[in-house]
């Protein structure tokens, strides 16, 4: 089982809360962990437990005037793997003053080691636990200006949706979470899984995740100068013959050697970060081109049509032409 599975969830329960920041990870993360139950069946200790925490035990009214009971306090000392911070509705400087509790909770949570994601005007807990002192942090873009005013120590951006630093994660909109469950989910439960969810929750056409995610780690200067230039030359080769003896000579390195540093500097080996570059191309084509498969085929790498396709199915659960079709049908205009 991934160390990174979150199978201990905490939601704090505030009022006037947009329910649907909250229930669309909630089970985007449930159906991710039946599927993967499903695929590892052997594996134990794989049910999701949800717990609501409120400041005493009284129901709570959400946006939608549907309420919600509590499970635990805020006192309690339960801790969680995963907490989700609900978007609110209206002045979110209001709401936060009125809920002094769950900045303390936030804090014990975060030092617990808990990846914590606020949602939309959610993040103003964060801010206020001074969580987010020096780092980079989005939010709805109507009270942008009034909580950079308020909080001038955060990194505000204003172009990217989500934002990560460490295991803090800020959205801009309800309509981003689901693209940012499917990037925990894949960190999680792993890419097959990740573009199940994806197909069933997300698929529509719009602006890639890499466009809109802020990653401390992913826009700093690389610490292997010599992984990173390789990086590099693979998002300018990606559609050659690339074999481990090429890498090798470029980065001067043995195998053995570039595996490891590949992995250390990126998470994964070089063959699959060449699988990852291919695929993202090829779904951007199969989207914005008319190209045929046999020429998206040659585009990303691939002399072999139909290896491409069984490789592009394995990795994303449907085939090339399905893809195409599945998110066209989606692309509509006023």
């Known amino acids: 089982m991934s160390k990174y599975l979150f199978n201990q969830i905490s939601i704090p329960l505030i009022n006037n809360m947009i329910l649907t920041s909250i229930s669309l990870p909630l089970e985007m993360i449930t159906a991710a962990n039946s599927y993967f139950r499903l695929k590892f069946s052997e594996v134990v200790n794989s049910t999701i437990s949800v717990n609501f925490y409120s400041k005493d035990t009284k129901e709570v009214s959400t946006l939608g005037i549907l309420k919600l009971t509590p499970d635990s306090i805020f006192t309690s000392n339960k801790t969680a793997n995963l907490i989700l911070i609900p978007a609110?509705?209206?002045?979110?400087?209001?709401?936060?003053?009125?809920?002094?509790?769950?900045?303390?909770?936030?804090?014990?949570?975060?030092?617990?080691?808990?990846?914590?994601?606020?949602?939309?005007?959610?993040?103003?807990?964060?801010?206020?636990?001074?969580?987010?002192?020096?780092?980079?942090?989005?939010?709805?873009?109507?009270?942008?200006?009034?909580?950079?005013?308020?909080?001038?120590?955060?990194?505000?951006?204003?172009?990217?949706?989500?934002?990560?630093?460490?295991?803090?994660?800020?959205?801009?909109?309800?309509?981003?979470?689901?693209?940012?469950?499917?990037?925990?989910?894949?960190?999680s439960y792993g890419r097959s899984i990740a573009s199940k969810i994806e197909q069933q929750f997300s698929h529509e056409i719009r602006r890639s995740f890499n466009e809109i995610y802020f990653s401390v780690e992913a826009n700093s200067v690389h610490t292997d100068e010599s992984i990173a230039s390789l990086q590099s030359w693979i998002h300018e080769n990606y559609n050659n013959n690339i074999t481990t003896e090429i890498l090798c000579a470029k980065s001067k390195m043995g195998s053995r050697t570039l595996n490891r540093r590949f992995n250390l500097a990126t998470g994964c080996s070089p063959k699959r970060y060449i699988l990852g570059v291919r695929l993202d191309q090829a779904r951007d084509l199969l989207k914005n081109t008319n190209l045929t498969i046999a020429e998206i085929s040659q585009a990303v790498g691939y002399l072999d049509s139909v290896y491409f396709s069984k490789l592009f199915k394995r990795e994303c659960q449907l085939t090339p032409r399905k893809f195409r079709k599945s998110v066209r049908e989606k692309l509509f205009r006023s």
């Open 88 to 187: 609110l509705w209206r002045n979110p400087l209001v709401i936060m003053k009125k809920n002094p509790e769950i900045i303390t909770w936030i804090k014990n949570q975060y030092h617990n080691g808990a990846t914590i994601v606020a949602s939309g005007t959610g993040v103003v807990f964060l801010a206020e636990a001074e969580l987010l002192n020096g780092k980079p942090a989005t939010t709805h873009w109507y009270y942008l200006n009034k909580l950079q005013h308020t909080y001038p120590s955060i990194n505000f951006k204003p172009n990217h949706l989500i934002t990560q630093a460490d295991n803090l994660y800020c959205v801009g909109s309800v309509n981003s979470v689901a693209d940012l469950i499917v990037h925990l989910i894949e960190r």
